[in-house]
């Protein structure tokens, strides 16, 4: 069975930094395309950053550029995400999720989340 | 940039109803939309792919149609797990977009 599992989230300061990681089993990581989406509390999905299977490409949302990076190592099944200069509204649950090998895109794995509070 | 606008925000309906979701892109998508269920506290669920391609596993009274900027999902008959909050999401371009989600509540 394809499982992720996400940590590294906490309480940071505004201003301060956080690396988290996701652990990836049960299927061939090297292939997959993977993703971190995030959630605010109470309110919907977005999208936070792309990397391909062979780390030839990375995209980021608007709001994370510049700030964020993601990384992967397919030796370690594990994909991350560092983040610098943090905000309070980056305040949020972080998903890792695999993109489906067929339909680049299409978010088909999800971890269950870990959870980032940005607060003094 | 890409936005996705869906619509109602939330819905309120009873069990074996009939409902539908749209989703509008703000520029031509194609058929690269998703469309994800999510319940309280867990993970989203990929639900639809290519607009109208159902994931392995799905109930078939999930359907999905729609292409270029307007698209829908249809619950032919709601049963009591269908009560969660649906995303639609666009794949046009590397930096994928969700939509505000659907919130279907139960009357």
């Known amino acids: 069975d394809v499982q992720l599992g996400e940590s590294g989230g906490g309480l940071v300061q505004p201003g301060g930094s956080l690396r988290l990681s996701c652990a990836a089993s049960g299927f061939a990581f090297r292939n997959y395309d993977m993703n971190w989406v995030r959630q605010a509390p109470g309110r919907g999905l977005e999208w936070v950053s792309y990397?391909?299977?062979?780390?030839?490409?990375?995209s980021y949302a608007d709001s994370v550029k510049g700030r964020f990076t993601i990384s992967r190592d397919n030796a370690k099944n594990s994909v991350y995400l560092q983040m610098n200069s943090l905000r309070a509204e980056d305040t949020a649950v972080y998903y890792c999720?695999?993109?489906?090998?067929?339909?680049?895109?299409?978010?088909?794995?999800w971890g269950q989340g870990t959870l980032l509070t940005v607060s003094s | 940039d890409l936005q996705m606008t869906q619509s109602p925000s939330t819905l309120s309906a009873s069990v074996g109803d009939r409902v539908t979701i749209t989703c509008r892109a703000s520029?031509?998508?194609?058929?690269?939309l998703a469309w994800y269920q999510q319940r309280p506290g867990k993970a989203p669920k990929l639900l639809i792919y290519?607009?109208?391609t159902l994931q392995s596993g799905v109930p078939s009274r999930f359907s999905g149609s729609g292409s270029g900027t307007e698209f829908t999902l249809t619950i032919s008959r709601l049963h009591p797990d269908d009560f969660a909050t649906y995303y639609c999401?666009?794949?046009?371009?590397?930096?994928?977009?969700f939509g505000q989600g659907t919130k279907v509540e139960i009357k």
């Open positions: 520029q031509n998508i194609n058929s690269w």
């Open positions: 999401q666009q794949y046009n371009t590397y930096s994928r977009t």
């Open positions: 990397v391909s299977n062979d780390v030839g490409v990375k």
């Open positions: 999720a695999t993109e489906n090998r067929n339909y680049g895109g299409v978010f088909e794995h």
């Open positions: 290519k607009a109208s």
